[in-house]
């Protein structure tokens, strides 16, 4: 029996013919390797594409055009856009001026033809000089700061206070259940039948104002609130939930930005009513303010007067609009519409 793991046997052993002896060669010593010590050899240079001496590969050559078209086309391309954005802006504007421009007319021509009586409702040219001469007179700024410092303070204090309460409203369900029957209450009550209870708590001063305010644009920021939170797409805070995130993660990664928008909403409204109750405030009690301006204007049969303070408020509200939608686009960049 073979053993298969054995050593294959050579030649002789397999009686095969033995190979022939090749004649013996007398033994060469090697000689000796020279001692000479090489020179040292400096470290190569880094290759440097600019220089004009090294040799650039087409691939190099494009890839230096690129980058040196790319940088020199970047201030050409910012400049494209900054013109493309001109254009919108200048494009829209030109699609919402006309129905302005109609309004300015119809208000200055209709009086000067006897349509309506210029008495009650003088041009626009006359409104627009009482409003100039009110500026000039320091009173249209005195009366605008006024309601712009309470107006602003409750609102402020409505945006600080009704959006935490209503993310918890919102999110936790022992909190909304616990909330819920107090705050039915208080929302179906009207804040002009509260302003007395204001005045006599507060008295006439700036707080009940600032309190009136606050408590009418509570409402709209805090409902807004309540349903953005609870509108969250259910299948996005299931993913959140698969991926790992915890409470405090989920909520502030998923909950609150999917939320933003409607929260804005309510502070866009919220905004609203916070010059519009102003104005009645001020008509019931005040010494200066819009509200004021307008009231006393009135009574006093300076008609120019008065319709200056109306274009004033409307000039305050739509300013403010403007600032909450800015702030909303900053707040809301992921959106894509």
């Known amino acids: 029996m073979t053993d298969i793991l054995a050593v294959p046997a050579t030649g002789s052993a ?7 002896a090749s004649p013996a060669t007398p033994a060469q ?14 470290p190569a240079a880094p290759e440097n594409p600019e220089s004009p001496g090294v040799l650039k590969s087409p691939e190099t050559l494009e890839t230096l055009k690129t980058s040196e078209t790319s940088e020199t086309s970047r201030p050409a391309r910012l400049a494209g856009l900054a013109r493309f954005g001109r254009r ?28 309506v009586d ?72 009207s804040a002009v039948a509260l302003l007395p209870v204001f005045i006599l708590i507060l008295g006439l001063g700036e707080p ?35 991926l790992g995130l915890g409470p405090l993660s989920l909520f502030r990664k998923v909950i609150l930005p999917a939320a933003v928008p409607t929260i804005f909403t309510g502070i866009r409204l919220a905004g609203a009513s916070s010059i519009l109750v102003l104005l009645f ?6 010494k200066a303010g819009l509200g004021y301006l307008v009231q006393d204007a009135q009574f006093s049969f300076r008609i120019p007067d008065m319709y200056a303070g109306i274009i004033t408020i409307s000039a305050l509200g739509l300013l403010f609009n403007l600032l909450l939608l800015a702030v909303e686009r900053r707040f809301s960049t992921w959106r894509t519409t």
């Open 14 to 20: 397999r009686g095969d013919a033995p190979a022939p």
């Open 29 to 42: 010593t090697p000689a000796p390797a020279p001692s000479a010590t090489p020179a040292p050899v400096s």
């Open 88 to 115: 919108v802006r200048l494009g829209r504007l030109a699609r919402r001026a006309p129905a302005v421009v109609l309004l300015a007319a119809t208000w200055e021509v209709l009086p000067r033809t006897g349509a």
């Open 118 to 189: 210029p008495v009650f409702v003088p041009p626009l040219s006359e409104v627009l000089r009482a409003w100039y001469d009110l500026l000039l007179g320091g009173q249209l700024l005195e009366h605008f700061q006024a309601s712009l410092v309470r107006s602003l303070t409750g609102f402020g204090l409505a945006v600080v206070l009704a959006v935490p309460l209503g993310l918890a409203i919102g999110w936790y369900r022992p909190v909304a259940d616990f909330l819920s029957p107090v705050l039915e209450i208080f929302r179906n009550t």
């Open 208 to 242: 009940s104002k600032i309190v009136f305010v606050f408590y009418a644009c509570s409402w709209p920021v805090l409902l807004n609130t309540v349903s953005g939170v609870r509108a969250v797409e259910p299948l996005l805070v299931k993913s959140a939930r698969s």
């Open 281 to 286: 405030a001020e008509m019931v009690g005040a």
